[in-house]
C-alpha cells in the first residue's frame, strides 16, 4: 500500500489546506437524528383575494374529489365492462362494489364517495394547515403521516371485541397507511440506510403514483410561486423513486401557476416544458422523462383531434375519442397506477378536451385502467383553474353532501380554515 503522503499536494500550502479538510471530514460524525427545519423564503405578494383564493381552493378540494367519485365505481375495470354495465359514464354513480384499504370504507357508498384519493388530499391539507408559510418539512410530513397511521392502531384498544366488524372496518385504516408508515419510520429515526430499503420495496418497488395523491395541495400553499411550489413538492415526494419525483412536483407546480386570476391552460403547460429546478434534462442518455411525456401527449391529441368528428357527441361511437385510447393504449405499464402511465393519461385527457372539466374526467373514467386516480389528478389541476363556482352545479353538489354526510369529509370547512391561515 502506498502511504497517504504520496497523494498530498507538492505545495506546502496546499498540503497544510489538504490535511485540515481531511481531519475535519473524517471528525465530522452524522447526528443521531435529523432536524425538522425548514428553508425560510419570503412569498411573493399575492394577486389573489380572499375570496378567490377561496374559490379555487376549493375547487381544487372538490374537483378532485368529482373525479375520485366518478371512477370510483369502476376503477381498475377495463372500459369494456364499464360501458357494458354503466354505458358512456358522464354522470355521478352509486358504489355498488367491496371495500378495501385504497378504495372505498363504507360499502355502498351512495353517488358522490371517495376513495384514498381524496382522503390523501384531506390528509395533506390538513398537515399543510398547521404550517408556517415560510416553507415546509420532509421529516414533519413523516411524522404526520406516522402518527395518523400510530393514531389507527391505537385504535383498536377502544373496540369492543364482541364486534368483530368494528375491528375489519378499522384494520382498513390500519392497512391504507401500513406501506407508508413502513418508509417514513426509519426516515424519522434517521436510518437511511433501512428508509432506502423500505422505498425500494413500497407497493412491490414499482413507480406507483404516490406523490401524484397529494403534491396539488402544495400548489395551493405556494401560490403563484410555481418555481417553489416544485421544489417544496420534491422534497416531500418521499414515497417515489426515480421521475416520479418530478411529476409529482410538476403536479404541484401546476396547480400553484392555476392559482392566479389570469392562469391559462396554454402557461400550465408552459411550466411543464420549461420548468427544471432540479435539471433533470441534464440526465445522460435518458434526459428529462416528464417532457417526453408532455410530447407523447401532445402527439396523441394532435392525431386524435384530426379524426374528431362534430357531428358525433362525446363519448365511446366519437372517432376522436376512440383514437386517443387506442394510441394511449400503446403506453401501458405493468401497473395501471404507474406515475409515468397516470401523468400521460391526464395530460392527454386534458389538452385534447383543451381543458375542459367534463370532458376531461369522463375521458378519465372511460378510458378505465386506474381511472379515480386520474380523474381525481385531473380534477385538482382543473378544479384550482377554473374554480369552484365554474365546476357543474350537480356533481359538486352531491360531492359535497356525501362526503359530509356519509364519510365526515367537509370539504367547505377544510377549504376555509386553509384560507384563512393563508
Not at 160 to 184: H, S
Not at 376 to 402: M, R, V, Y
Amino acid at each position: 500500500m502506498k502511504p497517504l503522503t504520496m497523494y498530498l499536494p507538492i505545495n506546502p500550502l496546499l498540503r497544510i489546506s489538504f490535511v485540515f479538510f481531511l481531519f475535519t471530514f473524517i471528525s465530522c460524525k452524522p447526528e443521531k437524528q435529523p432536524k425538522e427545519q425548514i428553508e425560510k423564503y419570503s412569498p411573493s405578494e399575492i394577486t389573489l383575494s380572499k375570496e378567490e383564493m377561496y374559490d379555487k381552493v376549493l375547487g381544487m378540494l372538490v374537483g378532485s374529489a368529482i373525479g375520485d367519485a366518478m371512477g370510483a365505481p369502476t376503477e381498475m375495470w377495463p372500459r369494456e365492462e364499464i360501458w357494458i354495465e354503466y354505458g358512456w359514464v358522464n354522470k355521478l354513480d352509486s358504489m355498488v362494489r367491496e371495500t378495501s384499504p385504497e378504495g372505498i370504507w363504507k360499502a355502498n357508498l351512495p353517488a358522490g364517495g371517495t376513495t384514498d384519493d381524496t382522503r390523501w388530499k384531506v390528509l395533506i391539507m390538513e398537515y399543510l394547515g398547521t404550517q408556517d408559510k415560510g416553507g415546509l418539512n420532509e421529516l414533519r410530513w413523516a411524522r404526520h403521516i406516522y402518527e395518523e397511521f400510530h393514531g389507527h392502531l391505537l385504535q383498536f384498544k377502544k373496540l369492543d371485541p364482541n364486534n368483530p366488524e368494528d375491528f375489519e372496518r378499522q384494520q382498513m385504516k390500519v392497512w391504507w397507511l401500513q406501506e407508508w408508515a413502513k418508509v417514513a419510520k426509519p426516515l424519522l429515526d434517521n436510518d437511511l440506510m433501512a428508509y432506502n430499503i423500505a422505498l425500494n420495496k413500497f407497493y412491490g418497488g414499482e413507480m406507483v403514483c404516490g406523490g401524484l395523491l397529494y403534491s396539488p395541495a402544495i400548489g395551493l400553499f405556494f401560490p403563484q410561486q410555481p418555481e417553489k411550489a416544485y421544489q417544496e413538492a420534491f422534497k416531500l415526494s418521499l414515497f417515489d423513486i426515480g421521475y416520479a419525483k418530478d411529476l409529482s412536483a410538476l403536479s404541484a407546480a401546476m396547480t400553484s401557476a392555476a392559482m392566479h386570476n389570469k392562469a391559462s391552460p396554454e402557461k400550465m403547460l408552459e411550466t411543464i416544458r420549461s420548468l427544471d429546478p432540479e435539471n433533470y434534462f441534464e440526465s445522460r442518455l435518458v434526459g428529462r422523462v416528464a417532457y417526453r411525456i408532455l410530447k407523447q401527449a401532445l402527439e396523441i391529441s394532435a392525431i386524435a383531434t384530426k379524426e374528431s368528428n362534430p357531428e358525433f357527441p362525446f363519448g365511446k361511437d366519437e372517432p376522436g375519442v376512440m383514437k386517443a385510447f387506442e394510441l394511449l393504449d400503446h403506453y401501458h405499464q405493468d401497473m395501471p397506477f404507474h406515475a409515468g402511465e397516470i401523468f400521460l393519461q391526464v395530460l392527454t385527457a386534458m389538452i385534447f378536451t383543451e381543458f375542459n372539466f367534463e370532458k376531461t374526467l369522463q375521458f378519465l373514467v372511460n378510458y378505465g385502467r386506474d381511472n379515480d386516480t386520474t380523474a381525481s389528478l385531473a380534477g385538482a389541476i382543473l378544479g384550482t383553474l377554473w374554480g369552484f363556482e365554474a365546476l357543474p352545479d350537480q356533481l359538486k353538489n352531491i360531492c359535497i353532501d356525501t362526503n359530509k354526510n356519509e364519510l365526515g369529509i367537509d370539504l367547505e370547512e377544510l377549504a376555509e380554515r386553509f384560507v384563512k391561515k393563508r
